[in-house]
T-cell receptor, first 113, second 115 residues
Framework: NAGVTQTPKFQVLKTGQSMTLQCAQDMNHEYMSWYRQDPGMGLRLIHY???????DQGEVPNGYNVSRSTTEDFPLRLLSAAPSQTSVYFC????????????FGSGTRLTVV | GDSVTQMEGPVTLSEEAFLTINCTYT??????LFWYVQYPGEGLQLLLK?????DKGSNKGFEATYRKETTSFHLEKGSVQVSDSAVYFCALGFRTTDSWGKLQFGAGTQVVVTP
C-alpha cells in the first residue's frame, strides 16, 4: 500500500545509546519531515527535507541528525539518547512544500530510560 | 511569533450532538490552514484544508472556514458519531520564503463521543 512507513513502532533505549528511526515513502514525494509529539504540545518539527540531498533544521533539532540520500528515505538519527527524547516520532511527506496536506506515518514510540 | 491556539479538551459529547472546536492563529502573511485527525494508536490524517481567506474546507461531514478578519478556522460537524472520537489538530502552513512548507500545530483537542 502506498504511504509512509516507519520502523520500528516501539523502542526502548538506555541513556547514551544511539539509534536510527527509519522512514520510507513510495509516493515520490519531494518534501519529507520529522515531528515529535509530546502531551499538551502538539507536534514540533525536528528536521525537514525539500528533496534528495537537501535537509534543514526545524524547531527542535538538537540531539538529532538526518540525511536524504534518496527521494524515498529520510532516516532520523539519535546521537546519544536522553530521557528528554522520550516521545512519539512521526515522519510525514508531501508532494512538494506548500499548500498540500501531509501524509503521516503511524509513528514510533520511543522511551529512553 | 506564529502560533496556533485550540480549545482545550477533552470535549465529551453524546452521539448526534453538534461539535465545534475553536482554532485561532497568529501568522505573518497568508498561511494555509489545516485540520488533522488522529485516531487512537494511529498517525495523523488530513481531514480538510483551506488555502485562502473565505475558503471552506469540508470532508466526512466536517467543515471549517478560513476567516482572515478573525484569524480563525473553527471545525464543525452537525451530528457526531462514536467513530469521530479522536484527537483533532489545527495546523498552519507557512508560505514565507524561509519557512515554506512547514506546519505549526496546535496542542490538539481530544473529542470523546458517547453512545
Amino acid at each position: 500500500n502506498a504511504g509512509v512507513t516507519q520502523t520500528p513502532k516501539f523502542q526502548v533505549l538506555k541513556t547514551g545509546q544511539s539509534m536510527t528511526l527509519q522512514c520510507a515513502q513510495d509516493m515520490n514525494h519531494e518534501y519529507m519531515s520529522w515531528y515529535r509529539q509530546d502531551p499538551g504540545m502538539g507536534l514540533r518539527l525536528i528536521h525537514y527535507s525539500v528533496g534528495a540531498g537537501i535537509t534543514d533544521q526545524g524547531e527542535v533539532p538538537n540531539g538529532y541528525n538526518v540525511s536524504r540520500s534518496t527521494t524515498e528515505d529520510f532516516p532520523l538519527r539519535l546521537l546519544s539518547a536522553a530521557p528528554s527524547q522520550t516521545s512519539v516520532y512521526f515522519c510525514a511527506s508531501s508532494p512538494t512544500a506548500g499548500d498540500y496536506g501531509y501524509t503521516f506515518g503511524s509513528g514510533t514510540r520511543l522511551t529512553v530510560v | 511569533g506564529d502560533s496556533v491556539t485550540q480549545m482545550e479538551g477533552p470535549v465529551t459529547l453524546s452521539e448526534e450532538a453538534f461539535l465545534t472546536i475553536n482554532c485561532t492563529y497568529t501568522a505573518t502573511g497568508y498561511p494555509s490552514l489545516f485540520w488533522y485527525v488522529q485516531y487512537p494508536g494511529e498517525g495523523l490524517q488530513l481531514l480538510l484544508k483551506a488555502t485562502k481567506a473565505d475558503d471552506k474546507g469540508s470532508n466526512k461531514g466536517f467543515e471549517a472556514t478560513y476567516r482572515k478578519e478573525t484569524t480563525s478556522f473553527h471545525l464543525e460537524k452537525g451530528s457526531v458519531q462514536v467513530s469521530d472520537s479522536a484527537v483533532y489538530f489545527c495546523a498552519l502552513g507557512f508560505r514565507t520564503t524561509d519557512s515554506w512548507g512547514k506546519l505549526q500545530f496546535g496542542a490538539g483537542t481530544q473529542v470523546v463521543v458517547t453512545p
